[in-house]
């Protein structure tokens, strides 16, 4: 039982990780910064800001209800 446990809390601690790793180059790519300082906040930058959050958030939003159906298949399925 603590094994599946183990196993699926590193699941989905690998799974945030390469999500926000995939999403900041994504991100990078398009405006041109992969610094942490901001960017320069101007008009274009807010448009697409609200055009490229809704994606990112879907993102998050289906890496969840993976981690969570991993979670349901890991406590109801029998080996």
Same mark, same amino acid.
């Given at each position: 039982?603590?094994?599946?446990?183990?196993?699926?809390?590193?699941?989905?601690?690998?799974?945030?990780?390469?999500?926000?790793?995939?999403?900041?180059?994504?991100?990078?790519?398009?405006?041109?910064?992969?610094?942490?300082?901001?960017? !320069?906040?101007?008009? !274009?930058?807010? !448009?697409?800001?609200?055009?490229?959050?809704?994606?990112?958030?879907?993102?998050?939003?289906?890496?969840?209800?993976?981690?969570?159906?991993?979670?349901?298949?890991?406590?109801?399925? !029998?080996?």
């Amino acid at each position: 039982m603590i094994n599946r446990l183990i196993n699926f809390y590193l699941f989905v601690v690998l799974q945030l990780f390469i999500s926000f790793v995939v999403i900041t180059i994504g991100f990078g790519i398009i405006t041109g910064s992969f610094g942490l300082g901001l960017l !320069e906040i101007n008009k !274009e930058n807010m !448009e697409f800001l609200k055009l490229i959050t809704p994606t990112i958030l879907n993102i998050l939003k289906t890496l969840s209800f993976i981690s969570f159906a991993v979670f349901i298949i890991t406590f109801f399925l !029998e080996k």
